[in-house]
């Protein structure tokens, strides 16, 4: 019994949990599949109600600009970017935040009614996204995007601004007239292509794209690497080797068949805002405390910093050479902000003289080599007289002797005795007499009247010599006031005198080490160097062929001649290298990314809402990554 109880107890507490766990699976699996049926229906769904987008919008989000504008399907080829200053400010004494293109124009008005400047970026990477999100919010006011009230309350946007319906609508008779006669557009058909560095961090992107889809509420959302987008115009630019100087940062992206060598990949926190700071504290040492003036100095950066190609040879110069006196040494007029709004480049005396001295050298070598030409085609005249005069002896003889001729056949015909014409004559002489009398007296009376005339002019020209002293005077007097002003005007200048800073301080980018950066960051050949070096080995000889750079900051006179001859120094000679500039530097990138979209769809390099909200929104921009093979991202 007990054998049976027990085997009867066993048979059901086997079959039990078996029938127990049977429904169990089945509930299971069938929960799943409905659950996975549902995500396809809600897929099939949402994919299905998804509006293609009306317009597509690039922004290239650089950390000193953003690059945006709109890429049409029928869009002109000609399209270029718009730019917006990615950075915000307060105003002193009052509650006003100013975004993008009022800081700029404040900045040119009077930079020292602002203060707290806050740039979005750091490294090129998005760190203040509220920041950033009102520079966003900005350009789409100005694009004339119509933001939907925010899904969320506790979006980036609306706790950068506190966003209410009542407060948008306060806003709203403020816009400008030009913001109301623009097209307004509905931000849900909207698709947005975002510009950013390589290796951007993954949680950055995340935030971005919620920023997107939650508080502007478009309706795609796509990220890609803005160094590969420059490398887009280049038809031939699919392996080599691209150097991005831009603001906060320097990279360098080797590419193989417009594929990102990502391992290779090198970021150099150095950049032009680097260059700006250095020389703020240079002049600010020195000087006039600039160290709030940004703008000033960022003028000072692009209107007199260059590379130099020998910079021991230009430091011994300085040395031996007295402040003033250097062939570099230029003066920057700052702008007083009630006459002037920009700083102005000058000439020191010195080079004001040298000048001067080569001007009249040249003029005077000019002078002698018209002299000495002159005299040298006088020569050859005279010796082609010489020779004319020899040929033309002859003919000449012959007409001597012509004239002679004539003048005996006169006398002749004078001396012949004819009586009739003794007498023609004779009252011919009468005649001629008189009117000798009459013209005599015609003479005598014109004299009179002269005369009479030169008394009048006399006096005339002494009035008119009088008026033109008059004249004379108070033109001198006024140039002389003149003369005083300027002088007060002078006297008022603020002058920063600009040397050896010209090139020492954009010397950082070679040698960082030397503005207290640390010593392990490599210069910008070495940062090169490493970075194709970490390539395959079979890569690298197309690499150091096919060195392009771009950014802001390739600006810089002597950069590309400078890079050449380091980076040859530093690479075997049997390998051939070249480096480049780009013909588009602050917008290759924008301009590459407008390239790329018009072949490609924007389910391609997109994700649309519905995907986003139905792939637990976190995960979507994988989708990013696995669409474009990771091309751009
Ligand atoms: N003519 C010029 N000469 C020298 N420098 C210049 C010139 N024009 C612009 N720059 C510098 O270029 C920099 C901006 O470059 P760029 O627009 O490429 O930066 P960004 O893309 O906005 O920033 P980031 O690369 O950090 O994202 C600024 O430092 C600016 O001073």
Known sequence: ?????????????RASPAKKTEPKKKRRTSSTTSKKSKEAASRATTTASTPAPSAVLIVDNGGDKLKYGWMTPNADAATTP??????????????????????????????????????????????????????????????????????????????AFGWKVTHRRKQQPQQSQQQQTTQRIPAVSLAVLLLVPPHCPRLVLDQIMHVWME???????????????ATQPHAKFQTGCLVDVGWSATHVVPTFQNMPQQNAIRRMPLGGRHLVNIWKYYASYRQYNLMDQEWILRDVVRQLAYISLDFQKELQLAQSTLPGRRSFD???????????????????????????????????????????????????????????????????????????DEVKKMDEDENSPDGEDAEKDRQTSKKTKKKKKSRKKRRGKRKRDQEDDDDDDEEEEEDE????????????????????????????????SVSVERFTVPEVLFRPSDANLPVELAGLPHLILQSIKACPSFLQPALYRSIHITGGLSQ??????????????????????????????VDGAWLGARDWIREKPYTQWSVSRDEW????????????????????V
């Open 613 to 632: 909200e139905a792939s637990q929104k976190r995960k979507a921009w994988i989708k990013l990554l696995t669409v474009n093979g990771g091309a751009l």
């Open 215 to 229: 508080d502007f509420g478009v309706s795609h959302v796509g990220f890609a690497t803005s160094q590969m987008c």
């Open 556 to 585: 810089l006179p002597n950069l590309q001649p400078r890079l050449e001859q380091e980076l040859r120094t530093l690479i075997p000679n049997e390998l051939e290298m070249k480096v480049t500039l780009s013909e588009h530097p």
């Open 82 to 159: 718009q730019y917006l200053p990615n950075v915000t400010a307060r105003l002193k004494h009052q509650l006003t935040i100013l975004v993008g293109d009022q800081v700029e124009e404040t900045a040119e008005r009077n930079p020292s009614q602002m203060y707290a400047i806050t740039r979005s970026t750091e490294r090129g990477i998005v760190t203040h996204l509220g920041n950033q999100v009102q520079v966003w919010k900005r350009m789409l006011d100005l694009l004339g995007v119509v933001i939907p009230p925010p899904l969320l309350d506790h979006g980036e946007a609306s706790k």
């Open 330 to 404: 230029r003066n920057f007029v700052l702008p007083d902000y009630q006459t002037t709004f920009r700083g102005q480049v000058e000439l020191t005396d010195f080079a004001k003289y040298q000048l001067e001295q080569e001007e009249e050298k040249r003029k005077k070598k000019e002078q002698e080599e018209n002299n000495a030409q002159q005299q040298q085609q006088e020569a050859d005249d005279e010796s082609e007289d010489d020779d004319e005069d020899f040929n033309d002896d002859q003919p000449a003889q012959e007409d001597d002797n012509a004239q002679k």
């Open 465 to 496: 010599d009088d008026n033109k002293q008059l004249l004379r005077q108070r033109l001198l007097r006024q140039q002389q006031e003149e003369e005083r002003r300027r002088r007060e005007l002078e006297a008022e200048q603020q002058v920063l």
């Open 1 to 13: 019994m007990p054998e049976s109880k027990s085997k009867g107890r066993s048979s059901r507490s």
